[in-house]
């Protein structure tokens, strides 16, 4: 590691949390009867102490500031602090960085307490060595005081590197002697982070993960959804992907058959009712060529560059379609299969399980039915014996979920599962 100590700012650079300060700053001024300032002047409220914004853009007087950050905080803590998400790459930094021994703490002018419950929300609490903020009485902090005390005894400012949105992060850095680091997609103004002297400045915050890591990022993680037909996959999925994306993870999200233009069309084939009559091996053989495009063009790339890849469904369908759904043996099945995934495994399965009947019900709430949707009873209570075949040869994988149950259930499950699983990106 080029730096021995890791000093981050936390809105606007580990985290964005402008929606939430900004409703509770209009709170705050529609509750004690003043003009509720535009989205330029509520963002000038985010990163530095409240009780100067105030005063500065309202005209307040410490008492009148004071009871502002009073009301302010009837919102802000049990709503407003919730109203944020941590910026792509973010926990996968903060790990990789403990990971390789350095020392990993925040740097904020946000009360200690909120930082703590934040943390501790976005699940990055066991990824820093300490968390400087400041007291909730206190007025005002000197940015520079809470870079020295997030930092161990004895440290030497030249082996720090710090990261902050605005120009106080900065200039304190500078002031101490360390390498400064400009979070630019956070809440500065044009200019600002370079003009207050920031040694390197990052557009977006992928970039500056990259630079921090010195461009050996983690490999991301591969999530699969399988079941059958009319399982409820596609709303999971969506929910899946904001739930991650709003923790700081880049997603990608993709299918089969399908994920890239060569795979796209092959699905084409496979599941329009023009292919009715397409014999088994055929069908097999084009599973496995869609797979194999896809892997390599887009799966396997993904994962290299970091992102948490979300499939909808994986050779897994493979096993339960056309092993035991047509009947073609799972040794052939994986034999075809070998060129397509070459060493690429799921790290996690959900298997989403819901009874024949209100799997039909959904389907046919659904658009029209492809080739495969119009095939008989028997064939589906196969898959579904291939499914249970998949789970039990790997059940550290492949977790069943009951999806019979509501969206909201089914999702505590799926986030759970994920959560654990992505624990070591
Ligand atoms: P799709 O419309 O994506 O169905 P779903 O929304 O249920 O996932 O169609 C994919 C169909 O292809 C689905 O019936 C399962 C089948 N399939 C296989 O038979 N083998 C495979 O390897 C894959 C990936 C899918």
Redesign the pocket.
């Known amino acids: 590691m080029k730096y021995r100590y890791y000093l981050f700012d936390f809105d606007g650079t580990i985290a964005d949390t402008g929606e939430g300060i900004r409703r509770s700053v209009a709170y705050s001024a529609e509750k004690l009867g003043y003009a509720v300032p535009d989205v330029e002047v509520l963002n000038r409220f985010i990163g530095p102490p409240l009780h100067d914004s105030y005063r500065k853009y309202f005209g307040m007087t410490d008492d009148q500031a004071e009871h502002a950050i009073q009301v302010y905080r009837e919102r802000y803590i049990d709503i407003g602090l919730y109203e944020s998400n941590l910026y792509p790459g973010i926990p996968a930094l903060l790990k990789a960085l403990r990971e390789r021994g350095a020392y990993v703490a925040l740097a904020s002018a946000k009360p200690q307490m909120m930082l703590e419950r934040l943390t501790k929300y976005f699940g990055i609490d066991g990824d820093l060595d300490a968390i400087s903020g400041t007291d909730l009485s206190r007025h005002s902090a000197d940015k520079q005081d809470l870079l020295m005390a997030a930092l161990p005894g004895g440290a030497n400012p030249g082996e720090v590197c710090m990261v902050g949105d605005r120009c106080f992060d900065i200039e304190a850095a500078k002031a101490l002697g360390m390498h400064a680091v400009g979070a630019d997609y956070g809440y500065s103004e044009p200019g600002e982070l370079k003009a207050s002297g920031a040694d390197e400045v990052y557009a977006a915050s992928p970039d500056m993960v990259r630079a921090l890591l010195e461009g050996d990022v983690p490999r991301g993680r591969f999530i699969t959804l399988e079941g059958s037909?009319?399982?409820g996959?596609?709303t999971q999925i969506a929910r899946l992907k904001d739930w991650l994306t709003r923790r700081g993870y880049e997603v990608a999200l993709t299918?089969?058959?399908g994920g890239c233009p060569i795979s796209e069309r092959i699905r084409e084939v496979?599941?329009s009712l023009d292919s009715k009559g397409m014999s088994a091996e055929c069908?097999m053989l084009l599973?496995a060529a869609s797979?194999a495009e896809h892997v390599r063009e887009v799966i396997k790339p993904a994962l290299k560059s970091g992102k948490i890849v979300i499939c909808?469904?994986?050779?897994d369908?493979?096993i339960a379609?056309?092993a035991y759904?047509r009947e073609l043996g799972e040794d052939l099945v994986r034999q075809i299969n070998a060129p397509a995934v070459g060493d690429l495994r799921p790290d996690v399965t959900l298997l989403l399980q819901v009874d024949r009947a209100s799997a039909r019900a959904r389907m046919a709430r659904g658009a029209l039915p492809?080739r495969?949707?119009i095939e008989r009873e028997d064939f589906f209570e196969r898959v579904a014996r291939g499914f249970e075949a998949v789970r039990a040869a790997d059940p550290e994988r492949v977790h069943v979920i009951d999806a019979g149950r509501s969206i909201e259930e089914v999702f505590r499950d799926v986030s759970e599962i994920v959560g654990k699983a992505i624990q070591g990106v």
């Open positions: 037909d009319g399982c996959k596609s299918r089969e058959p496979i599941l069908e599973y797979r909808d469904r994986f050779l369908s493979s379609y056309q759904g492809d495969m949707e």
